[in-house]
């Protein structure tokens, strides 16, 4: 059974700036620590954007620091709160499309894990997330050369609404987009993201009789506190940080949430 790592949203600050009184990188240190203690066996760790808070290359080298001595291959994607360009200045090794997105594909045994890129820098509200037409040809291709592999993707941006007005005014722009591409592909079983700052299982309906499990995993930080009436996307509260642990087996995907601050 491999077993897949995922972080998302651990919104790296500068040095002595908190974020509601919390430091990010005490905290994602805290839950990668816990990961490499408790699966050590993991063959990969995944971190779905909104790698930083402003998206400087002070905030991304803090994160380089961090990994530097990890011992496990680490693989990574962008969200609202990222800039690429500062992001590739620092990580000058990541893959990166001919088109300079952030986006990758790699195996694991009978399944394969395609990260997507859904920073919109040219949107008049940078939170919002797209997949354009390069990014998704480019998707479409990771997926046809699967291989017969079962396709998980995995992205910062939902697909899908997720009853958060504040947050849903913000997600991914062109999810019918997305919806039609994957329509064209049965290979894939599981979509990944982040972005709300919560636990929630939800589907993606891709043709009348189809959908696609999208699981949405916490923050390592700053959690969206439970107001499903309000428009403000940035309200947060300190409740528990939690990473994802994505097990592959032979019989389906199974995805799990960890806690790791109680």
């Not at 699966?39 to 990994?67: C, F, K, S």
């Not at 893959?95 to 395609?114: A, C, H, K, N």
Request: charged fraction near 20%.
């Amino acid at each position: 059974m491999k077993k897949l790592l995922v972080f998302t949203d651990i919104h790296i600050v500068p040095q002595g700036e908190t974020i509601i009184g919390l430091d990010p990188l005490e905290r994602f240190a805290q839950g990668l620590q816990h990961a490499l203690s408790n699966h050590p066996d993991a063959e990969r760790i995944v971190i779905t954007g909104d790698l930083t808070h402003h998206g400087t290359q002070e905030e991304y080298m803090r994160l380089h620091n961090a990994l530097s001595d990890c011992p496990l291959p680490v693989s990574l994607t962008l969200g609202n709160h990222d800039r690429r360009s500062a992001f590739l200045d620092v990580f000058q090794d990541v893959p990166i499309t001919d088109t300079g997105f952030v986006q990758e594909s790699f195996d694991l045994d009978e399944t394969r894990l395609i990260l997507l890129d859904t920073l919109d820098e040219d949107a008049a509200n940078l939170h919002g997330g797209l997949l354009c037409k390069q990014r998704l040809d480019w998707m479409d291709q990771a997926i046809a050369s699967a291989d017969g592999r079962r396709v998980i993707l995995g992205l910062h941006h939902p697909p899908v609404l997720t009853g958060f007005p504040g947050m849903d005014s913000i997600g991914l722009a062109n999810r019918s987009e997305l919806a039609a591409r994957l329509a064209q592909h049965d290979a894939v079983v599981q979509i990944l993201a982040g972005h709300i700052h919560r636990t929630i299982q939800g589907n993606l309906a891709v043709n009348e009789t189809r959908n696609i499990p999208v699981f949405m995993f916490k923050s390592t930080c700053h959690q969206m506190p439970m107001h499903l009436t309000t428009d403000d996307h940035h309200i947060s509260v300190d409740e528990p940080g939690a990473y994802g642990i994505v097990l592959n087996s032979e019989d389906g995907i199974l995805v799990h949430t960890e806690d790791f601050t109680l």
